[in-house]
């Protein structure tokens, strides 16, 4: 294969930044991200956080265009310490005009004062973790809010906030079509402008996965999936909402711009344990243990490992990222970027998925098929470089 040095993303010299919160109140069944039901170091992270970016500042050009909060549970933090992260970032880094700027939040947390304290600060977007509006599947899955709370987070909301998303799950076992239909229904009446929509999934080492194991929770069935993934799309696309990325939906003007610089390949700071970065050429994460974290930061050290990119990894994250787009894949990009070889493998490779249906090839771009949008993992992986040297 023809090789090309040339850095792939970041063509508008803008960046993002992603902060991780890593407390919560309990332990989701389903989550595998790294968390802590202890805030006994919550001030000394948020510390830490104000640190790295100040020890980071300088190592992405550009202006600052989305921040994000993310976690664990954002929604934990106070206005102070709110307020004490956005110092750091404003004071060491350009930030564009209008940025983006989301906060995940949990139902219990959005008491009516808290979404004022949010609305008064720098945040202009919230990511409500809603899941279901089903008692019966949020007790399955150890979430902290009930039924009531999810429903009453969004309208409280409303008031304060325009711009919004709520995370719903489906493939739950136990979770008919009806009732992920009535979840729809729910989200799409109290019209909300931007929907992120994820099949469960077992991860290793999580509760989920022994309870499964034990025979206390059904597996999960990926048929069952499927048809809610089916009725997701035929539902949003009803309520007007486009489906511009496999799991998410959104008004035109409320699509997700921190979401989609990741799809595009642009670059981000990771801020926090375990968070991820991405310069263009090379992927770090930090370490994921507060207290190395803390302890490292505080004497300027990141704790973090990194790995360099070769061409064939920046051309396979492009294929995975672009088929979940609506975008789909560029073959005058893939050309430009790496090499007519990797333009004419691709095309060899996609063969036998445009003759089933399942991708469909329109002036110069392959984009996924309504037929093929559940399958579009495993379509991605057959269009993958692998075992080249």
Not at 45 to 50: E, H, P, R, T, Y
Not at 147 to 160: C, T, V
Not at 242 to 271: D, M, Q, V
Not at 329 to 342: D, T, V
Request: glycine content about 6%; overall charge negative; charged content about 25%.
């Amino acid at each position: 294969m023809e090789k090309n040095s040339k850095n792939f993303g970041n063509e508008n010299g803008g960046f993002g930044i992603y902060i991780h919160i890593p407390f919560c109140k309990q332990a989701c069944h389903y989550c595998d991200f790294h968390f802590s039901t202890s805030m006994k170091k919550k001030g000394e992270l948020i510390d830490a956080l104000c640190k790295e970016l100040v020890l980071r500042k300088n190592e992405l050009i550009g202006e600052v265009e989305t921040i994000y909060f993310g976690g664990g549970t954002p929604s934990l933090l106070s206005s102070e310490e709110l307020q004490q992260i956005f110092k750091a970032i404003y004071k060491n880094y350009k930030v564009s005009e209008n940025p983006e700027i989301t906060l995940e939040a949990n139902p219990d947390d959005l008491s009516n004062s808290q979404i004022h304290k949010f609305a008064d600060s720098q945040i202009n977007r919230l990511s409500i973790g809603i899941q279901s509006f089903f008692e019966e599947d949020l007790k399955l899955m150890n979430r902290a809010h009930n039924a009531f709370e999810a429903l009453e987070s969004i309208k409280e909301a409303k008031k304060q906030f325009e711009n919004i998303s709520i995370d719903l799950i489906y493939g739950i076992p136990g979770m008919s079509n009806e009732r992920w239909k009535e979840n729809l229904k729910i989200a799409l009446k109290l019209n909300v402008p931007h929907l992120s929509c994820y099949a469960l999934t077992v991860e290793p080492k999580t509760a989920l996965k022994k309870f499964i194991e034990k025979g206390i929770v059904p597996p999960v069935d990926e048929e069952v999936a499927k048809q809610h993934y089916e009725i997701l799309l035929r539902e949003t696309e009803k309520a007007g909402l486009e489906n511009y990325e496999f799991s998410n939906f959104g008004k035109l003007g409320f699509h997700s711009k921190n979401n989609t610089a990741y799809w595009e390949g642009k670059t981000y700071l990771g801020i926090g344990p375990s968070a991820h970065s991405y310069d263009g050429k090379s992927r770090s994460w930090n370490v994921s243990n507060n207290t190395k974290y803390i302890k490292s930061i505080e004497v300027g050290i990141r704790p973090s490992e990194m790995e360099i990119l070769s061409t064939e990894d920046r051309y396979n994250e492009y294929i995975m990222t672009g088929l979940r787009t609506k975008k789909g894949i560029s073959l005058e990009k893939i050309e430009s970027e790496f090499g007519k070889n990797f333009s004419e493998y691709l095309l060899k490779q996609a063969a036998s998925a445009l003759q089933n249906g399942l991708l469909i090839l329109e002036n110069q771009t392959l984009k996924i098929s309504k037929k093929g949008k559940f399958l579009s993992d495993g379509i991605a992986a057959d269009l993958f470089l692998v075992n080249l040297d």
